[in-house]
């Protein structure tokens, strides 16, 4: 090998050394670290469901009553429910009205009442819109309509062997919802005497505070709308009751998440579960929802 052989050789290997040494080495990249937060399915199954408004009882049971599926249940405070077929009325008989859907409060509990025009007895009677009441009747032959279709004359008929039971879950003022389906704006809950956050509004002041309640449910106003929880009973709902809403102008529960004024996830959470059906949601009050019918007895037009 000769010397200029020699000294190409190394010329090159410097060559290349400092090539090398002078070239920029990329630098790994570091990719951000992806964070994921646990989703409850629950919780998104919810977002769905219309808001309701709630309104409360401190009473220990509510009744519930689907005209359609012509079924009712005393819910208990203590989570009990008795489930029981009944028979409503319907305007297809001679005298005979159609059982109104809506919010009202039993106003009268007798063991026997009497129906004075139809002249027969009316057993475990409770009464909650005018003269319109829950009751059994002498003999079993109407037990055949029970639980299948509307066979009354405007009341709520069901087995003597229920509403007896019925009877036992429930106290004077108990609210009762009449409903046709899932049709109701309103939900019942249950909230304790005690709680800062109640109000009884009077028999004269409960039909405009329904009908805002309502307007604000439809509108989204739903942070002064959940601001207090209104307790009903038979010295306010008046005996006519209050309309059920338009469920059909209700907004899905996901608004919630929109709503920037809502503080925390529990009174969110609160209200979504409970507007049960959550699950927690208002009303639209009548002229009759403040009057008082001039015989309060137990004898009634209906039965």
């Not at 009677?125 to 032959?141: A, E, P, R, S, V």
């Not at 405007?154 to 009449?178: Q, Y």
């Not at 604000?216 to 009973?233: C, H, P, S, T």
Request: net charge positive; aromatic share 10%; charged share 20%.
């Amino acid at each position: 090998m000769t010397k200029i052989t020699k000294v190409i050789i190394i010329f090159s290997f410097f060559s290349v050394f400092i090539a090398l040494s002078m070239a920029e080495i990329p630098k790994p990249v570091v990719k951000n670290k992806v964070h994921s937060r646990k989703i409850d399915i629950n919780y998104l199954a919810l977002l769905n469901k219309k808001i309701k408004d709630t309104l409360y009882t401190t009473t220990k049971s509510y009744i519930v009553i689907d005209l359609n599926t012509q079924q009712a249940a005393v819910i208990m405070r203590s989570g009990e429910r008795f489930n029981f077929p009944v028979s409503t009325g319907t305007a297809a008989l001679p005298r005979g009205v159609n059982t109104s859907p809506g919010v009202f409060a039993v106003f009268v509990k007798n063991p026997v009442a009497v129906s004075s025009e139809f002249h027969c007895n009316l057993y475990y009677w409770m009464q909650f819109n005018y003269g319109i009441g829950l009751h059994g009747l002498d003999g079993t032959g109407y037990y055949v309509f029970l639980g299948k279709q509307p066979s009354s004359h405007g009341c709520v008929r069901t087995a003597n062997e229920d509403i007896k039971i019925a009877f036992s879950m429930v106290e004077l003022g108990a609210p009762v919802l009449v409903t046709n389906g899932d049709n109701s704006a309103i939900a019942i809950s249950f909230v304790d005497e005690n709680d800062p956050y109640i109000y009884k509004p009077t028999a004269a002041e409960a039909p405009a505070i329904f009908k805002k309640r309502l307007q604000m449910l439809y509108d989204g106003q739903l942070n002064e709308l959940f601001a207090r929880k209104i307790v009903i009973d038979n010295t306010n709902m008046g005996m006519g009751g209050t309309p059920i809403g338009d469920i059909s102008r209700l907004p899905d529960a996901k608004s919630l998440l929109y709503k920037d004024k809502i503080e925390t996830e529990d009174y969110a959470w609160e209200k979504i579960v409970k507007v049960p059906g959550i699950e927690e949601i208002d009303t639209v009050a009548t002229a009759d929802s403040v009057r008082v019918p001039k015989d309060s007895t137990s004898k009634t037009a209906a039965k």
